[in-house]
Nanobody, 125 residues
Framework: QVQLVESGGGLVQAGGSLRLSCAAS????????MGWFRQAPGEEREFVAG????????YTADSVKGRFTCSRDNAKNTVYLQMNNLKPEDTAVYYC??????????????????WGQGTQVTVSS
């Protein structure tokens, strides 16, 4: 069992930065792939970035590549999403999720077993 709590969302102007954190509890965090997803109003939830359990493998969606970076600190049971040069189209609720069964960095929602409650990111133009 893994419990996930996101933080760090908020309102920022275009071009600004935010760092989201996802604190995990449960003994399987360090062996889980972690992913970040987002859902804008009226849109389906989409994969943003993910990182393997060791941190050796990361994957970032094309829409945020070069601007967003996913990292983790297993000693702190925390995964991060650093978001730079934010754009209004990045406005969404951001969710972290844990995958305990699929190797690598899966990018489909159904492959993730545990989800946080989400944190709102709003980018003004």
């Amino acid at each position: 069992q893994v419990q996930l709590v996101e933080s760090g969302g908020g309102l920022v102007q275009a071009g600004g930065s935010l760092r989201l954190s996802c604190a995990a509890s449960g003994r399987t965090f360090s062996s889980s792939t972690m992913g970040w997803f987002r859902q804008a109003p009226g849109e389906e939830r989409e994969f943003v970035a993910g990182i393997s359990w060791s941190g050796a493998i990361t994957y970032t969606a094309d829409s945020v590549k070069g601007r967003f970076t996913c990292s983790r600190d297993n000693a702190k049971n925390t995964v991060y999403l650093q978001m730079n040069n934010l754009k209004p189209e990045d406005t969404a609720v951001y969710y972290c999720a844990a995958c305990t069964t699929t190797p690598g960095v899966p990018r489909m929602e159904y492959e993730y077993d545990y989800w946080g409650q989400g944190t709102q990111v709003t980018v003004s133009s």
